[in-house]
């Protein structure tokens, strides 16, 4: 089976494709199972970087993302895990997909994309202490009430 690349639809195709991405996500998430979402929510704290000064970066699975786009690399955690990271200092989060392994260096829970790392305002710094909640807590939805600009930018760009 071939993959839909968003760059190759048709313009009047694209929103019907992310409107579909923005369902089947909300779906995945389990939105109305709330309950369910509470029993594993682990919120947690941490020092996160960032990486892809290159416009082009190539992830751990061989695919190249812009670095625009919001992703982040686990050590630990499974591809395609959707986390919010939130930076406590201006209380800017963003919607991240783990698509890549790192960070190796000690003491350092994820890398974050250029994208993501801008979008909380930690590229000067270059490290910060973040808030990571993972997006199926129910918590992660009332916190993100723009939760699906974030999931167009991840499936759109990529």
Known sequence: MREISFKNLLPGMR????????????????????????EGCNVKTGYVSWYGSRKYVRVATGRVYNHDVYFAASKTLPFGTLLVV???????????????????????VLDLSYGAAKAIGMLEQGVARVKIIPANCSYAFRKRSDLIKDIINIEAKS
């Open 15 to 38: 929103k019907l494709y992310a409107l579909c991405t923005i369902i089947s996500a909300f779906l995945i998430l389990g939105v109305s199972q709330e309950a369910k979402a509470n």
């Open 86 to 108: 939130e930076n406590p200092k201006n209380r800017k989060s963003v919607l991240v997909k783990i698509v890549d392994r790192g960070p190796f260096v000690k003491g350092r």
